[in-house]
Structure formats: structure tokens, C-alpha cells
């Protein structure tokens, strides 16, 4: 029998049982012939069907019991299926609804931020507001002082005779 014959109808390549009669001489010794292909003999043969056996014919049983056990198995199974994509779908749903709530926390505390700092800018102009209307109110005062004092020296000036004004007194 040669190589090309063994492996019908089994699932193993031709390079494959080669490499294994050629990797394991001590086994083949005798049992193989060459001529144009290694031709085996039974013992050779029996060796390989060891090695590499014939796939067994699956059996098909007919009961009905077992028929319908695995039908409820297989609505079940689909059942569970059905449900695991409807988790998915709800575990989904929920990452999404976390992230949106993560990022409007973070708008949030953004926002709270933005905030306080516009009321800190809002109490620094308050107090430069009260800042330069104390100075203004200080400058208003010196300026009634002077226009009082320049006041009185008009007065005095209005006052003098025309002689004391031509000397200049």
C-alpha cells in the first residue's frame, strides 16, 4: 500500500505521515519498500492506523425523549441568550447614563468655579469702587477747602482799599 492510499478519507496530509515514517526509522525498519513511493506493508500500516485512525461515522439517535430534552435545552439556551443581549443592552445604557452624569458633575463643578472666581472679580471691583470714591471724596473735600480759602481771599482782596490794592498789600 502506498501513502497516497492510507491517507484517503483520513484527515492528515501526505507530507505529514511521510515526515513521520522519516522521523521514526526505528518503528519502519523493514516494514517500508521504495521504488518510485514508500510502499508500506501491514505491519507499517498498522503502525500509521495507530498513529493516524479513521474518523468514527457519527451515530444518529433516534429517541424522542432525548429529541424533546434537547429542544427545551435549546429554548432555554436562546432564552438566556436573549436575556445576556438585553443585560448587555441595559449595562450599555447605564455606562452611558454614568458618563453623562460624570460629565455634567464635572460642567457642574466648572461652572461653580467660574463662578466664584466672577464673585471674587466682582468684590475686587467693589473695593476699588469704594477705593476711588474715598479718594474722590477725599479730593471733593480738599477741593471745597481750597475754593472756601480761595473764597476768603477774594473776600479779603474785595475788601481792601484801592490804595492797599495798587501797593499791593
Not at 50 to 74: C, F, N
Not at 94 to 113: A, G, I, T
Request: hydrophobic content about 35%.
Amino acid at each position: 500500500m502506498k501513502i497516497r492510499e492510507f491517507i484517503d478519507g483520513r484527515n492528515v496530509s501526505y507530507d505529514t505521515v511521510r515526515k513521520f515514517i522519516i522521523n521514526h526509522p526505528e518503528l519502519f525498519k523493514g516494514h517500508i519498500g521504495k521504488s518510485k513511493n514508500i510502499i508500506l506493508d501491514d505491519e507499517a500500516v498498522r503502525l500509521l492506523e495507530e498513529k493516524y485512525p479513521l474518523p468514527s461515522p457519527v451515530q444518529v439517535i433516534q429517541d424522542a425523549s432525548a429529541r424533546e430534552r434537547l429542544q427545551e435545552i435549546e429554548a432555554k439556551y436562546i432564552n438566556l441568550l436573549e436575556e445576556n443581549n438585553r443585560l448587555i443592552q441595559e449595562m450599555a445604557n447605564l455606562k452611558l447614563v454614568q458618563y453623562k452624569q460624570r460629565f455634567l458633575e464635572e460642567s457642574v463643578k466648572q461652572k461653580d468655579y467660574e463662578i466664584e472666581e466672577l464673585h471674587s472679580k466682582l468684590e475686587r471691583e467693589k473695593a476699588e469702587k469704594e477705593s476711588v470714591r474715598a479718594v474722590a471724596i477725599e479730593e471733593n473735600k480738599k477741593l471745597k477747602e481750597e475754593l472756601a480759602n480761595k473764597e476768603k481771599q477774594l473776600e479779603i482782596e474785595k475788601n481792601k482799599s484801592w490804595w492797599d490794592k495798587l501797593r499791593r498789600r
